[in-house]
Nanobody, 120 residues
Framework: QVQPVESGGGLAQAGGSLRLSCKPVGSTFSIRTMAWYRQAPGKQRELVAS???????IYADAVKGRFTISRNTAERTVALQMNSLKSEDTAVYYC??????????????WGQGTQVTVSS
């Protein structure tokens, strides 16, 4: 098992910045795709950004140009730099990792979530 542990959420003003980090605890699975999702009250969980092992990134249209996802492959960590925050970015943010052993997918793992609240 791999348990992603998030940190860095909190309260920010509109136009401000926050940085989220995620580090897996537990198994030494090889981590391929790493991603951040978010879920706002009354809404479905949605993809915010993802980054492949090779560094290819995907962003939701709502965050393009404002958020940047990055990873440290050696440390198996992923970060989300959030700039120019808007009230609609308020949500619980979840770290998502895909673990592999010997090239075989061993599971998708979710963090507990970290609250991001943006005040207008």
């Amino acid at each position: 098992q791999v348990q992603p542990v998030e940190s860095g959420g909190g309260l920010a003003q509109a136009g401000g910045s926050l940085r989220l980090s995620c580090k897996p605890v537990g198994s030494t699975f090889s981590i391929r795709t790493m991603a951040w999702y978010r879920q706002a009250p009354g809404k479905q969980r949605e993809l915010v950004a993802s980054i492949s092992y090779e560094g290819t990134t995907i962003y939701a249209d709502a965050v393009k140009g404002r958020f940047t996802i990055s990873r440290n492959t050696a440390e198996r960590t992923v970060a989300l730099q959030m700039n120019s925050l808007k009230s609609e970015d308020t949500a619980v943010y979840y770290c998502n990792l895909h673990g592999y052993v010997g090239g075989i997918h061993r599971g998708e793992f979710w963090g507990q979530g970290t609250q991001v609240t943006v005040s207008s």
